[in-house]
Structure formats: structure tokens, C-alpha cells
Antibody, heavy 117, light 109 residues
């Protein structure tokens, strides 16, 4: 069974750093891209970027380029999304998803990130 | 959003509801469309891929179509469990991103 299991909810202060994770199982982790999708409170879905776990090649949405970093450790089948300096506007639910061509066929359960002073 | 969806749609149990998704030649016009269902408090789930293909486990009541720069999702035999947000998505060749529609909230009256 394909599963993507994300790390738990986080509460951080503005300016702090954070890394959240997404562990894949039940399939060959290096055979599919992993994308990250943001959902701000009460809003729709926004694609942030993706990574090819086989070689860690990344592709970012211009809206998120430079503000987040996507990485992966194929030895433990885990992808990461990290921030070096959080803002209150980063408060959102973040989903990882397995990407088959241009479709996201499996999704993680989501990680809620709350940034508040 | 670059992909335009109606914010809401509704129907009574058993009815057919259709949701539209309007784009352009750089996205829907040249690429496939995927539809996602997001039930309240849950992660999104792929409902339709490659414009009109259903993953295993998705009921035949859900169907997708595409014509030119628009796509649509139809839900027939509407059930209370279909109350959710529905999003269309496609790759955009100009922006080099995956774009989502703004989402349509389906209410079963």
C-alpha cells in the first residue's frame, strides 16, 4: 500500500527555521517525483515545487522560489520542506504528494504549520 | 486563479452536478487535466486524471471531460458524502508550474 506519512503539527515564532518531512512507503521512492502543496486557512491549493528523489533535482514555483527549500534523502525515502526564516504568512497546511506525470496520485495527511509571536 | 471554477454548486440527492474549469492554451489547451476531491478536514484525493480517467476505487458516478481550453467534472447520482471541495489542476507551459483552480464547494441540499 502506497503511503506518504508527514511529520506532526508545528508552532513556531516569526524568524525561526523549520523543516517538515514526508516519508514514502509501499513503492519505489526514487521512481516518482514528490511535490509540496500549500493550503492557507480557508483557501485553495497552491503548488510550491517538486523534487526528483533519484537525483534531488528540484523545480520551484516562482511564488515560492527563494523562500523554501525542498530536499530529499532517498536512503530513508523521505522528502523535506524547509524554511530558514518563517513569517506569519507561512501559517498553512502543507501537503506532500506523489507525482505521476502531472497528477498527484497519493497525498500525505498534511502538516499544519502555525507561525505566531 | 489561472484556472477558473465556480465557487459553489449544489444539488439534491440523486441529481447530476457539473463543475466547469476554464483555462487557456498554455494550460488546459495543451495539457491534461486532473480533478481532486477534498472532503472536510481531509487531504485532497485524486478523482480524475488525464482528463477523463478514473483511478481504481473511484465510483463511476464521477466523470471528467475536456474540450479546447475548458474541462468539466460531472457527479451523477449525487450523495451526501459527495459534499466537498473539488479542484481542477493542470500544468501551465508559460508559468512552468502546476496550477489549480480556485475550487468549487459542492453542497447536497
Amino acid at each position: 500500500e502506497v503511503q506518504l506519512v508527514q511529520s506532526g503539527a508545528e508552532v513556531k515564532k516569526p524568524g525561526e527555521s523549520l523543516r517538515i518531512s514526508c516519508k514514502g512507503s509501499g513503492y519505489s521512492f526514487t521512481s516518482y517525483w514528490i511535490s509540496w502543496v500549500r493550503q492557507m486557512p480557508g483557501k485553495g491549493l497552491e503548488w510550491m515545487g517538486r523534487i526528483d528523489p533519484s537525483d534531488s533535482y528540484t523545480n520551484y514555483s516562482p511564488s515560492f522560489q527563494g523562500h523554501v527549500t525542498i530536499s530529499a534523502d532517498k536512503s530513508i525515502s523521505t522528502a523535506y520542506l524547509q524554511w530558514s526564516s518563517l513569517k506569519a504568512s507561512d501559517t498553512a497546511m502543507y501537503y506532500c504528494a506523489r507525482q505521476e506525470l502531472v497528477a498527484f496520485d497519493y497525498w500525505g495527511q498534511g502538516t499544519l504549520v502555525t507561525v505566531s509571536s | 486563479s489561472v484556472l477558473t471554477q465556480p465557487p459553489s454548486a449544489s444539488g439534491t440527492p440523486g441529481q447530476r452536478v457539473t463543475i466547469s474549469c476554464s483555462g487557456s492554451s498554455s494550460n488546459i489547451g495543451g495539457n491534461t487535466v486532473t480533478w481532486y476531491q477534498q472532503l472536510p478536514g481531509a487531504a485532497p484525493k485524486m478523482l480524475i486524471y488525464s482528463n477523463n480517467q478514473r483511478p481504481s476505487g473511484v465510483p463511476g458516478r464521477f466523470s471528467g471531460s475536456k474540450s479546447g481550453t475548458s474541462a468539466s467534472l460531472a457527479i451523477s447520482g449525487l450523495q451526501s458524502g459527495d459534499e466537498a471541495h473539488y479542484y481542477c489542476a493542470a500544468w501551465d507551459d508559460s508559468l512552468n508550474v502546476v496550477i489549480f483552480g480556485g475550487g468549487t464547494k459542492v453542497t447536497v441540499l
